[in-house]
């Protein structure tokens, strides 16, 4: 767990420009959101660990000082940062790979019992909301406000209600993409 919240202190001063210091480290620890990211890790150890009434202490802790509901099941790999916590719900289904960044008021929930699962190194803006059984590729952008409700391709930017892609990689998109193939393996 110590080392999982270490490379998500890490990953976070990336983030911010800063060489992955130890006085970059615990600038980290009290910059807005790392309490919800180190509750989060704390309650999935603890839901993984035969601590589930301490799990459910973390959860509903974190709901009313980090500001995010983060179910107990969600899974996130190493990386994970959350920017800013205020409004973050995320359902307890969630799967998400490495270098998961996200802002304030962000939603991933599920539709009819079934949750996105999130690719490596994917970015998820202010408001945005990822609703359903759907997967989302690796190195992916999602703008702020964004309603995400289909699959995104690997290096997709996507942007608007409902969300269109806009970018593979850096490379502008037609209106008929063909990228539909291009998924990222299950995490």
Known sequence: MFETIREDLRRKAEWYDLRPTSKSI?????????????????????QTHSLKPLAFFLYRLNASV???????????????????????????SVR???????EH???????????????????IGAGAKIIGAIRIGSDVKIGANAVVTKDLPNG????????????????R?????????DFATPV
């Open 96 to 102: 998400a790979g490495r270098n998961l960044v996200m």
């Open 105 to 123: 008021g962000v939603t991933i929930g599920a539709e009819k019992g079934e949750s996105p699962v999130l690719g490596d190194n994917v970015f």
């Open 156 to 171: 997709a930017t996507a942007v608007g209600v409902p969300a269109r892609v806009i970018k593979v990689y850096g490379e």
């Open 26 to 46: 615990l600038r980290m620890i009290v910059s807005d959101g790392s309490t919800a990211q180190i509750l989060y890790r704390a309650m999935r150890f603890c």
């Open 173 to 181: 998109v037609s209106d008929k993409p063909e990228w539909t193939s």
């Open 66 to 92: 980090g500001h995010a509901v983060i179910g107990r099941g969600a899974e996130f790999g190493p990386g994970f940062v959350i920017l800013h916590s205020f409004g973050i719900v995320i359902n307890s």
